[in-house]
C-alpha cells in the first residue's frame, strides 16, 4: 500500500489525508501582494553526461534527473510580501507518471526564513516524473502559484562488468598475453536498468577507474580517470599496466542523475617481461 503522501489526493477528501498535507488553493484566492519569487531544488535537477543543472521551471526545458538522496530532494521558495508579517510557503508536487495522468503526491507549508521556505519529499517514486509549484500565505492570504519546475527521480545505480583479452581474471587458469610495461586491452561494460515497475532511468555517464587503490574512486565523472561508454554501454579501455604481480582495476558507474555503483575489483596477474632489453650498441 502507497504511504499518505504518494496516494491520490482530491475533492473534500484532500483537506484531512494526514497532518502536513492539505487540499490545494481554490482558483480566484490569489493576493497581489504576496508572491513567490524564486523556486529551486536541492540537489539540482541536472543531466551529468550533458554537463546540465536545471530546475526546468518552463514548458519546453527538458527536466533534469534527481539521484538518491537520504530523506528526498528538499524544495526552496523564496517568498514576498508587500504587508509587514513573515509570509510562509505552500508546496505543492505532483506525480506525471502514476496511472499515466497527474495526481497529487504531497501539499505541504513550511515557514519562511529569511524569506525562504524549505520542505523535504521522501518517498518519491524510481523512475518517475515530478512536477511542483509554490504559493506565499500570510495570514488568510494565498499567493498565485509559480511556474511549475519538473524533475525525474533516478534511485538505481547501474552496475559495470570487467573483463580484459589480454588479462585474463585471477584464478581463471588462463595463460596472460602480455607483460608488465605493457598497454592491455579491457572491456568495461554496464547497464542503468530501468525500474520493473514502470518509469525511466537516466542512463550511463562515465566509467571512473584506478589501478591498485580504491581510495581514488571517490568523485564523479569530473575527478579522476573516467572514460565515456560507448554504443550499449561497452567502452574498450587501453592502458599502460606498469606494476608487476597481482594487480586490481577498480571500476564504478556513474549514471546521469550522479549516483555511483560500488567499485568493481578486476583481479589480474601481469607477468614480468623475460625479454631481453634493448640497452643500445656499446661503443
Not at 57 to 64: E, H, L, Q, S, W
Not at 90 to 113: I, P, Q
Not at 203 to 214: P, Q, T
Request: charged residues 15%.
Amino acid at each position: 500500500m502507497k504511504p499518505a503522501h504518494l496516494r491520490r489526493l482530491g475533492g473534500a477528501a484532500a483537506v484531512a489525508v494526514a497532518a502536513g498535507l492539505l487540499a490545494a488553493p481554490t482558483a480566484g484566492a490569489a493576493e497581489t501582494g504576496l508572491r513567490v519569487t524564486g523556486t529551486t531544488a536541492s540537489p539540482r535537477p541536472g543531466n551529468v553526461s550533458e554537463g546540465v543543472v536545471t530546475d526546468a521551471c518552463d514548458a519546453t526545458t527538458a527536466p533534469g534527473w534527481i539521484g538518491r538522496t537520504t530523506d528526498g530532494p528538499t524544495l526552496r521558495a523564496t517568498v514576498a510580501s508587500d504587508t509587514a508579517g513573515t509570509p510562509s510557503a505552500r508546496f505543492s508536487v505532483r506525480d506525471l507518471t502514476a496511472d499515466g495522468a497527474a495526481v497529487f503526491s504531497a501539499v505541504r507549508e513550511a515557514s519562511a526564513w529569511n524569506k525562504e521556505a524549505t520542505t523535504l519529499v521522501p518517498g518519491l517514486v524510481d523512475g518517475h516524473s515530478y512536477a511542483w509549484n509554490a504559493r506565499a500565505l500570510q495570514g488568510h492570504k494565498i499567493s498565485a502559484a509559480s511556474p511549475d519546475c519538473h524533475f525525474k527521480v533516478d534511485l538505481t545505480s547501474a552496475q559495470p562488468t570487467v573483463s580484459s583479452p589480454d588479462f585474463p581474471p585471477l584464478g581463471s587458469g588462463q595463460t596472460p598475453g602480455k607483460y608488465a610495461g605493457e598497454t592491455a586491452a579491457f572491456v568495461i561494460s554496464g547497464t542503468d536498468p530501468a525500474p520493473a515497475g514502470g518509469g525511466g532511468a537516466s542512463g550511463l555517464a562515465c566509467y571512473r577507474y584506478a589501478f591498485n587503490d580504491s581510495l581514488l574512486m571517490s568523485g564523479g565523472c569530473d575527478s579522476g580517470a573516467s572514460v565515456k561508454p560507448g554504443p550499449g554501454g561497452t567502452v574498450t579501455l587501453d592502458v599502460k599496466v606498469r606494476e608487476w604481480g597481482t594487480n586490481v582495476l577498480y571500476v564504478k558507474a556513474v549514471d546521469n542523475a550522479g549516483n555511483s555503483s560500488f567499485n568493481t575489483g578486476y583481479h589480474f596477474y601481469a607477468p614480468s617481461d623475460p625479454r631481453p632489453k634493448d640497452l643500445g650498441v656499446l661503443r
